[in-house]
């Protein structure tokens, strides 16, 4: 058993068998936790904030067989009151009230039945889950307060995953099997279209559809130190009814006792988020109804090796090429930077394409004596065309990441039984792109206009964060308990969020607020 209690909420958690020298065995963790001691130090816009969440397992095995029945569920709120004052208002959120909802959640049973020496039956049926509620209201230039917009949507998916392994010698064995998903969705936005209007429904829709895929992956060892994994995937959508064929096939070279190498190719595909294929035309058709889903080949090469007993190094260049990915007609929208689509309402059409170039670096200490690290670095070049041909940087071409993570541990106490451990974890990353800004439009009308044909040419300013824990272990015969202090983003890197009508200035602002989040807990285990 465990529960702990910190400045952000408490943790409660139990893990074991359901009675003694049983074999049947449970796991869940709930977490409930409030900012609201945080508050002062958040920025304005963040409101106030709440989170739980509840994950479980229960296994319970047969003579031949394992059940298993899992879930989690999480919802978080956000609520953020409108400055009713006007002359204490200085941006543009300060007149805006809004609540969000969100919530997620799976649950799923497996069944695994060993049938001989060599071959097992695996099934999995699983539901998800996921669904957002927002809000907005605000005071308008003559301080009247309305509404602005009311949004709904929910996303569930029921599938089925069934396959057989069988290892038919030392070196081959193939995994086979189907999988079967029925998708459905509903979304309702109404929106206000000027400061007097009541609400009018801009986007009602529902819909449901059925995917079928059959898989086959054999991997055969050529010798004890070659070997190769290839594999087809068949998927069938009954939206656009598409049949795609995917190959896939890999490769791995044990270079001696210390180093490998690995190539693997293959193709994949995506299905969209079903309501862009029922989006709806003034006269009720849906133009999306007939859009590919979105595929892309993949190539990744790997070096492996290891350094000393507990150093390893690890590097992957890659290469992506997306294509058939929906983009908008006369615009230079495109899919892959897709946010928030339960909002989008317009007709698409293939043709759009995407590249990712890139190479990934790993160093690895596992913890052995009193230390260790990770450090990983990624870096990349991410770009789209849009219909009309021309290529742009996607919101994601932040170009370079990098994350530095160590640890040193301590054993102090009167029989040297406690332990003190100082964790720090740097993080160095490029901004994320975003819109263009076209300030004299912006300037006329005296709110933030957009060019689309300077779209993510903008980028927010690097960040570079620092956060770091202090954990003090009391290890006791029978119980431990572990006292904590954690400070993310130590510096006070400031968090960017777009742009904004600054109206005490007139003009464009990026809303950028800095942040520090600290948490002190204490845990109990017994």
């Given at each position: 058993?465990?529960?702990?209690?910190?400045?952000?909420?408490?943790?409660?958690?139990?893990?074991?068998?359901?009675?003694?020298?049983?074999?049947?065995?449970?796991?869940?963790?709930?977490?409930?936790?409030?900012?609201?001691?945080?508050?002062?130090?958040?920025?304005?816009?963040?409101?106030?904030?709440?989170?739980?969440?509840l994950s479980w397992k229960i296994n319970i095995p047969g003579k031949k067989c394992i059940w298993s029945f899992w879930g989690f569920g999480a919802r978080?709120?956000?609520?953020?009151?409108?400055?009713?004052?006007?002359?204490?208002?200085?941006?543009?959120?300060?007149?805006?009230?809004?609540?969000?909802?969100?919530?997620?959640?799976?649950?799923?049973?497996?069944?695994?039945?060993?049938?001989?020496?060599?071959?097992?039956?695996?099934?999995?049926?699983?539901?998800?889950?996921?669904?957002?509620?927002?809000?907005?209201?605000?005071?308008?230039?003559?301080?009247?307060?309305?509404?602005?917009?009311?949004?709904?949507?929910?996303?569930?998916?029921?599938?089925?995953?069934?396959?057989?392994?069988?290892?038919?010698?030392?070196?081959?064995?193939?995994?086979?099997?189907?999988?079967?998903?029925?998708?459905?969705?509903?979304?309702?936005?109404?929106?206000?279209?000027?400061?007097?209007?009541?609400?009018?429904?801009?986007?009602?829709?529902?819909?449901?559809?059925?995917?079928?895929?059959?898989?086959?992956?054999?991997?055969?060892?050529?010798?004890?130190?070659?070997?190769?994994?290839?594999?087809?995937?068949?998927?069938?959508?009954?939206?656009?009814?598409?049949?795609?064929?995917?190959?896939?096939?890999?490769?791995?070279?044990?270079?001696?006792?210390?180093?490998?190498?690995?190539?693997?190719?293959?193709?994949?595909?995506?299905?969209?988020?079903?309501?862009?294929?029922?989006?709806?035309?003034?006269?009720?058709?849906?133009?999306?109804?007939?859009?590919?889903?979105?595929?892309?080949?993949?190539?990744?090469?790997?070096?492996?090796?290891?350094?000393?007993?507990?150093?390893?190094?690890?590097?992957?260049?890659?290469?992506?090429?997306?294509?058939?990915?929906?983009?908008?007609?006369?615009?230079?929208?495109?899919?892959?930077?897709?946010?928030?689509?339960?909002?989008?309402?317009?007709?698409?059409?293939?043709?759009?394409?995407?590249?990712?170039?890139?190479?990934?670096?790993?160093?690895?200490?596992?913890?052995?004596?009193?230390?260790?690290?990770?450090?990983?670095?990624?870096?990349?070049?991410?770009?789209?065309?849009?219909?009309?041909?021309?290529e742009f940087n996607t919101r994601f071409n932040k170009h370079y990441v990098v994350n530095l993570l160590g640890g040193y541990e301590w054993k102090v106490?009167?029989?040297?039984?406690?332990?003190?451990?100082?964790?720090?974890?740097?993080?160095?990353?490029?901004?994320?792109?975003?819109?263009?800004?076209?300030?004299?439009?912006?300037?006329?009308?005296?709110?933030?206009?957009?060019?689309?044909?300077?779209?993510?040419?903008?980028?927010?300013?690097?960040?570079?964060?620092?956060?770091?824990?202090?954990?003090?272990?009391?290890?006791?015969?029978?119980?431990?308990?572990?006292?904590?202090?954690?400070?993310?983003?130590?510096?006070?890197?400031?968090?960017?969020?777009?742009?904004?009508?600054?109206?005490?200035?007139?003009?464009?602002?990026?809303?950028?607020?800095?942040?520090?989040?600290?948490?002190?807990?204490?845990?109990?285990?017994?």
């Amino acid at each position: 058993y465990a529960f702990g209690l910190s400045s952000n909420g408490i943790e409660v958690s139990s893990e074991g068998p359901f009675k003694k020298g049983g074999r049947a065995t449970y796991l869940f963790n709930y977490r409930f936790s409030t900012l609201t001691l945080l508050q002062p130090i958040l920025p304005p816009e963040a409101g106030k904030l709440n989170y739980q969440d509840l994950s479980w397992k229960i296994n319970i095995p047969g003579k031949k067989c394992i059940w298993s029945f899992w879930g989690f569920g999480a919802r978080d709120s956000q609520h953020h009151d409108a400055v009713a004052d006007s002359t204490e208002r200085e941006l543009e959120s300060d007149a805006l009230q809004y609540d969000s909802r969100m919530f997620s959640s799976a649950s799923g049973l497996n069944y695994r039945l060993q049938l001989n020496s060599s071959a097992f039956f695996s099934s999995v049926l699983s539901y998800s889950g996921y669904g957002v509620q927002l809000t907005q209201s605000a005071f308008s230039a003559d301080n009247i307060f309305h509404d602005e917009y009311n949004i709904k949507s929910l996303n569930q998916r029921i599938s089925n995953r069934t396959y057989v392994q069988k290892k038919f010698s030392a070196r081959h064995s193939n995994k086979s099997g189907f999988s079967v998903s029925g998708n459905s969705y509903l979304v309702r936005v109404q929106q206000a279209f000027s400061d007097t209007t009541a609400l009018q429904s801009t986007i009602d829709g529902k819909g449901h559809s059925m995917q079928f895929t059959a898989f086959s992956q054999s991997k055969i060892s050529l010798s004890d130190r070659v070997s190769f994994v290839a594999g087809i995937n068949a998927v069938y959508n009954n939206l656009n009814e598409d049949i795609l064929i995917e190959p896939r096939i890999s490769s791995r070279i044990e270079c001696g006792a210390l180093s490998s190498v690995s190539l693997a190719a293959g193709l994949y595909s995506r299905s969209e988020p079903l309501n862009v294929y029922f989006i709806q035309d003034s006269s009720g058709a849906c133009p999306n109804r007939s859009l590919p889903a979105t595929k892309a080949f993949h190539l990744v090469a790997g070096y492996e090796r290891v350094l000393s007993e507990n150093l390893r190094l690890k590097i992957e260049p890659y290469y992506q090429y997306l294509y058939d990915v929906p983009v908008g007609i006369n615009n230079n929208f495109s899919m892959i930077n897709a946010e928030a689509v339960y909002l989008l309402n317009e007709p698409l059409k293939p043709g759009g394409t995407g590249q990712n170039i890139g190479i990934d670096f790993t160093l690895e200490r596992a913890l052995k004596g009193k230390y260790y690290y990770l450090m990983t670095a990624s870096l990349f070049d991410s770009r789209y065309t849009s219909a009309s041909g021309k290529e742009f940087n996607t919101r994601f071409n932040k170009h370079y990441v990098v994350n530095l993570l160590g640890g040193y541990e301590w054993k102090v106490g009167r029989n040297k039984k406690n332990l003190l451990n100082l964790n720090l974890r740097l993080c160095f990353m490029g901004g994320d792109r975003t819109e263009t800004v076209d300030y004299a439009v912006s300037m006329a009308t005296q709110q933030v206009i957009f060019d689309d044909s300077k779209i993510f040419e903008t980028k927010k300013p690097d960040a570079q964060i620092v956060s770091i824990a202090l954990n003090y272990r009391i290890n006791k015969r029978k119980h431990a308990s572990v006292w904590s202090i954690q400070m993310i983003n130590v510096l006070g890197e400031k968090d960017y969020e777009g742009y904004e009508w600054d109206e005490h200035s007139g003009t464009v602002r990026m809303k950028a607020d800095p942040y520090i989040i600290p948490a002190i807990s204490y845990k109990i285990e017994w």
